[in-house]
């Protein structure tokens, strides 16, 4: 089983920056597929990128292109997204998932097996 925790989310300005960070818990962490997602208020939650176990596939959806970078450390069993020129509209509850499934790296939430419980961003305009 893994347990994983979000962090670093906060208040930021348009265009500022920000770095998440996931803590997992469990020795096979580096079997899992790890999957940013977001739920904006009043909004589905929305897949944000994914990093397979040895973090040479990432895969983003179209709003996080070029804008964020997801990133892992196996030895420290995080994942890391960091978030540039960020904008009002990504403003959300960001959570962490962890998953063995083809399809977590895909960004379905059906291929992810564990979740943390967010960590909330706000962009200001």
């Known amino acids: 089983q893994v347990q994983v925790v979000e962090s670093g989310g906060g208040l930021v300005q348009a265009g500022g920056s920000l770095r998440l960070s996931c803590a997992a818990s469990g020795r096979t962490f580096n079997t899992y597929t790890m999957d940013w997602f977001r739920q904006a208020p009043g909004k589905e939650r929305e897949f944000v990128a994914a990093?397979?176990?040895?973090?040479?596939?990432?895969y983003y959806a179209d709003s996080a292109k070029g804008r964020f970078t997801i990133s892992r450390d196996n030895a420290k069993n995080s994942v890391y997204l960091q978030m540039n020129s960020l904008k009002p509209e990504d403003t959300a509850v960001y959570y962490c998932?962890?998953?063995?499934?083809?399809?977590?790296?895909?960004?379905?939430?059906?291929?992810?097996?564990?979740w943390g419980k967010g960590t909330l961003v706000t962009v200001s305009s």
């Open positions: 998932a962890a998953g063995t499934a083809y399809s977590a790296l895909m960004g379905r939430e059906d291929g992810m097996d564990y």
């Open positions: 990093i397979n176990w040895s973090g040479r596939s990432t």
